[in-house]
C-alpha cells in the first residue's frame, strides 16, 4: 500500500510539473482597463502579458486576434451509433495530429465541443437515420456527451480532453471548449445537474492546470432545441457565474475567460453583457455584408464585452467555388469589422465520417480546406 501510495504521488507530481507549462489566455475585459479591451492576451509562465500574435513574423493587424477552427467532434463519441463506427481515442489523434499543419497557417485556437455537435449522419451516409437529439432515444437519436445524467463527467472523455488541451499548449495554441449543445442537453436529468455538470467540468480544468482554455458555456444560446423549459437559454448568466465562482472557491492562481455564443442572430444578451469577458458569435447563413456590419456594431459597442469572436461561420456545406470564395469573403469580413473569424469546414471535419482532419491530399474537399487556411496564414504572417 506505502509503494502505491508513492508511485501515485510520484504520477501526480510528474503531472503537476508537465502542466506548469501552460500557456495562458485572458482578455484585456479581464485584465483591467490598461488593456486593449478588444485583445486576446497570452503569457507564458512567469512571463508579462502580451496580445496574441505578437513578434516579428507575424503582420501588426493580427495582433490581439484568435484566428480559430471549429472541430467540434474532437472528443466524439456516440454511444449509441451501430450502423458505423468511430474509434474515440483514434479520434482526437487524429486531430492532434493535424495541429501542426493548423499553427503554421496561424490558427490559434481549436473549438471542440463536451457535447459535440450535429454529425450530419445522414448526408452522406443515408442508411443512418438518426435525427440530431439525443431525445429521440437509442436507434433513433444519438447519445454524444461527456457527461453523465447527474452531470458527472465520464472519465474516458477527461483523458480524452486532457491530451487534446495538453497538445495545443504544447504548440502555444488555445483550446474553446463548448459545454453544452443543444441536441444533447437532455442528457442532462434537470436544471441541477445541469449545474453540477458546469462545476465538474470546471473544476477538471482548475485541477489539471488547463490555463489555455477559453469556456463557452453553451453553443448558440438562443437557437431552438433547448429543454428543461429552455433552462440553458434564459439563464446562461447564472452558469456563467458559477463557472467563475469555481476559480474563487478553489483559490486557482488563474482564472479562464467564460462566456456564451450566441446563434446567427448575432444577438447581445443580458447573460454576456454583464457575465462574460468576451463576446461570442456565430455567422452562419448570413450575408457577407451582415457579418461585416454586425462584428463592427459590436467592436465598437460598449456592452459588448471583450474581444468579438465569431467561431462559428458556415457559408455553405457543399465543396464548390462559390462557397469557398463566401468562405475567404466572411474571413475578411470578419477580420475589417475588427473580429477574430472560425472556419466551420462542416463537409470535411464535422459531417460522418470524418474527414481530413489534416488535409494533405489532393481530393476536391482538402485542396478546398487549405484554400481557407492559406487564406488565414496571409492574413495572420508577414
Known amino acids: 500500500m506505502m509503494l502505491r501510495t508513492l508511485l501515485l504521488s510520484a504520477l501526480l507530481a510528474a503531472a503537476s510539473a508537465t502542466s506548469l507549462k501552460a500557456i495562458e489566455i485572458a482578455t484585456g475585459k479581464m485584465l483591467g482597463p490598461r488593456y486593449d479591451q478588444r485583445a486576446f492576451y497570452v503569457r507564458e509562465p512567469g512571463g508579462q502579458w502580451q496580445k496574441t500574435y505578437t513578434g516579428p513574423q507575424y503582420r501588426p493587424e493580427a495582433a490581439g486576434r484568435l484566428m480559430n477552427l471549429r472541430i467540434a467532434q474532437a472528443l466524439f463519441h456516440d ?4 450502423e458505423g463506427t468511430v474509434d474515440p481515442d483514434q479520434n482526437t489523434d487524429r486531430v492532434i495530429a493535424a495541429l501542426d499543419t493548423y499553427r503554421k497557417h496561424g490558427i490559434l485556437a481549436l473549438n471542440a465541443s463536451l457535447q459535440c455537435g450535429n ?10 437515420k438518426r435525427v440530431n437529439a439525443a431525445k429521440a432515444g437509442p436507434g433513433k437519436g444519438y447519445l454524444c456527451s461527456a457527461f453523465l445524467p447527474d452531470g458527472t463527467m465520464k472519465p474516458a472523455w477527461q483523458k480524452r480532453l486532457l491530451r487534446l488541451a495538453r497538445a495545443l499548449d504544447e504548440r502555444g495554441m488555445i483550446l474553446n471548449l463548448m459545454y453544452f449543445y443543444q441536441s444533447q442537453d437532455e442528457v442532462l436529468k434537470d436544471p441541477q445537474a445541469i449545474r453540477n455538470a458546469v462545476r465538474n467540468a470546471t ?4 485541477d489539471n492546470n488547463l490555463r489555455n482554455v477559453i469556456i463557452e458555456i453553451a453553443n448558440e444560446q438562443d437557437v431552438r432545441g433547448w429543454d428543461h423549459d429552455l433552462y440553458i437559454e434564459r439563464d446562461t448568466g447564472e452558469l456563467i457565474a458559477i463557472a467563475r465562482e469555481r476559480f474563487h472557491l478553489k483559490n486557482a492562481p488563474f482564472r479562464l475567460p467564460i462566456s456564451a455564443s450566441s446563434g446567427p442572430s448575432m444577438k ?3 447573460s454576456t453583457t454583464v457575465h462574460a469577458d468576451l463576446t461570442i458569435i456565430h455567422g452562419n447563413n448570413r450575408r457577407i455584408v451582415e457579418k461585416y456590419e454586425r462584428v463592427r456594431f459590436l467592436y465598437g459597442h460598449p456592452l459588448a464585452p471583450g474581444p468579438i469572436l465569431m467561431n462559428e461561420d458556415d457559408n455553405g456545406r457543399e465543396t464548390s467555388e462559390e462557397n ?9 469580413a470578419v477580420w475589417d469589422g475588427g473580429g477574430s ?3 466551420m469546414p462542416w463537409r470535411q471535419t464535422q459531417m ?5 482532419y489534416n488535409p494533405t491530399g489532393d481530393s476536391q474537399d482538402e485542396r478546398y480546406f487549405r484554400a481557407v487556411l492559406e487564406h488565414i496564414r496571409k492574413k495572420v504572417f508577414r
Open 79 to 82: 454511444e449509441w451509433l451501430t
Open 119 to 128: 454529425p450530419g449522419y445522414n448526408r452522406e451516409v443515408p442508411e443512418i
Open 203 to 206: 473544476d477538471f480544468l482548475i
Open 268 to 270: 447581445l444578451f443580458d
Open 324 to 332: 469557398l470564395r463566401n468562405e475567404l469573403a466572411s474571413c475578411d
Open 341 to 343: 473569424w472560425g472556419y
Open 352 to 356: 460522418y465520417p470524418f474527414r481530413y
